[in-house]
T-cell receptor, first 114, second 109 residues
Framework: ETGVTQSPTHLIKTRGQQVTLRCSSQ?????VSWYQQALGQGPQFIFQ???????GRGNFPPRFSGLQFPNYSSELNVNALELDDSALYLC?????????????FGQGTRLTVV | RKEVEQDPGPFNVPEGATVAFNCTYS??????FFWYRQDCRKEPKLLMS???SGNEDGRFTAQLNRASQYISLLIRDSKLSDSATYLC??????????FGQGTRLTINP
């Protein structure tokens, strides 16, 4: 296994609600990235955190926000949920903010918005 | 135009066949290239990195053509366990990986 764990594994929310997803990165990894994967699509980059600071953001609205903690674990928060937010949310950790050699993914959180 | 483009398939091939996947990317400043494998309802996992010199790992061969901005993956003597979605991935800034749509492969007995 990758050593990256995400919680919860599945979640059902109602449109308009808020959700928090959590990720524990692999030991020694200080960089965490979040991705959204809609059904039948490849993962799309949401943002990255490096040493508790946001370091790059994809084409997602401000209602997608995040945090990284001193132990390098991370949260993804989504406000005012929309039906199109239904997707698999993946967290990936890597050892440093350098040219990537490999990202280690967690098993994902499958979010359904009804 | 998408940053990374792949034929979404699906590809259905018999066991033992050779199958090839292709991928193009739009950003010439791209620095790192990968193929990831994703099983149904699971997370992506690195299959192999891709280098300009080409690289091989058992039955898998990956090639990169920087001039054409083209990446390929060849699977020889395919096994039932190769059935998965194969994702072409490019990195041009340390901040993010850019994924293609993925190509679904089914190996039939």
């Amino acid at each position: 296994e990758t050593g990256v764990t995400q919680s919860p594994t599945h979640l059902i929310k109602t449109r308009g609600q808020q959700v928090t997803l959590r990720c524990s990165s692999q030991s020694g990894h200080n960089t965490v990235s979040w991705y959204q994967q809609a059904l039948g699509q490849g993962p799309q980059f949401i943002f990255q955190y490096y040493r508790e600071e946001e370091n790059g953001r994809g084409n997602f609205p401000p209602r997608f926000s995040g945090l990284q903690f001193p132990n390098y674990s991370s949260e993804l928060n989504v406000n005012a949920l929309e039906l199109d937010d239904s997707a698999l949310y993946l967290c990936a950790s890597s050892p440093d903010m350098v040219v990537m050699t490999e990202a280690f993914f967690g098993q994902g959180t499958r979010l359904t918005v009804v | 135009r998408k940053e990374v483009e792949q034929d979404p398939g699906p590809f259905n091939v018999p066991e033992g066949a050779t199958v090839a996947f292709n991928c193009t990317y739009s950003n010439s400043a791209s620095q790192s290239f990968f193929w990831y494998r994703q099983d149904c309802r699971k997370e992506p996992k690195l299959l192999m990195s891709v280098y300009s010199s080409g690289n091989e790992d058992g039955r898998f061969t990956a090639q990169l053509n920087r001039a054409s901005q083209y990446i390929s993956l060849l699977i020889r003597d395919s096994k039932l366990s190769d059935s998965a979605t194969y994702l072409c991935v490019v990195n041009y800034r340390a901040q993010k990986l850019v994924f293609g749509q993925g190509t679904r492969l089914t190996i039939n007995p």
